[in-house]
């Protein structure tokens, strides 16, 4: 199965990636403001704050940086990756005031949101209740266990999985719930699919075109 955007014919496999891969049209770039600038080979982006860097001197300026993205490059085609982490040195309330501002944006553009999330599933969950979205909420880079991504899923996520993650988690999802990502790992993506098919007894193309087509959904269907 192949997608077609501005005459440009490609297969996307990544939906979340720090590293751009040779084949650039295969993944989706994760870019901040301090990102800039992004490479000119790129296909697909998605613009986002990371909770990580959210300060107060500067989160307004990120966040007119996602908005401008949004608005005016055709290659956002989602925001993030962006949400909440209790680990992390940012106060929390702050986390909780930008990401609001964030899923505000994602919605108003209808652009899936790739989000980060440490230590706060429960947050998340009550603020998808609270917004009902329109757009997909996809947890990247997805490392819990079966009972919490069938929860997740039951709550309407999408699950995307990397290199480390609960085999039994993957393999307890319905298959049109399941994406695939590179984040910051150098291992390639089509041996992330290896693994993964292998995982649900499947052939790697018949689990291609079925995440294909979750993401043709997802992300081409506005």
């Not at 084949?23 to 080979?41: H, K, R, V």
């Not at 979205?133 to 819990?144: E, L, Y």
């Not at 997740?152 to 719930?177: C, M, T």
Request: glycine share 4%; hydrophobic share 40%; with cysteine.
């Amino acid at each position: 199965m192949t997608l077609y955007r501005n005459n440009h014919q490609t297969m996307l496999l990544d939906i979340h990636t720090h590293r751009l891969p040779s084949s650039a049209s295969s993944a989706i770039l994760s870019c901040s403001m301090w990102n800039t600038p992004i490479p000119n080979e790129t296909v697909f982006l998605s613009a986002g704050i990371h909770p990580w860097y959210v300060s107060e001197a500067d989160y307004k300026d990120q966040l007119e940086w996602v908005r401008t993205m949004a608005a005016t490059d055709i290659r956002t085609i989602a925001i993030g990756e962006a949400g909440l982490d209790k680990l992390c040195q940012t106060p929390f309330e702050l986390q909780l005031k930008v990401f609001r501002e964030i899923i505000s944006i994602a919605e108003h553009y209808r652009l899936p949101l790739i989000l980060h999330a440490v230590k706060t599933t429960n947050e998340l969950i009550a603020l998808k209740k609270e917004y009902c979205p329109h757009n997909a909420w996809i947890i990247h880079g997805f490392r819990g266990k079966r009972e919490l991504a069938q929860s997740l899923v039951r709550q309407g996520f999408y699950l995307s999985f990397g290199s480390k993650y609960n085999h039994e988690a993957l393999q307890s999802i319905p298959n049109d719930r399941i994406l695939i990502e590179t984040d910051e790992d150098e291992q390639s993506v089509h041996s992330l699919y290896q693994e993964a098919a292998s995982l649900l007894h499947t052939a790697e193309e018949e689990l291609k075109d079925r995440v294909q087509t979750t993401i043709n959904q997802l992300f081409f269907s506005r």
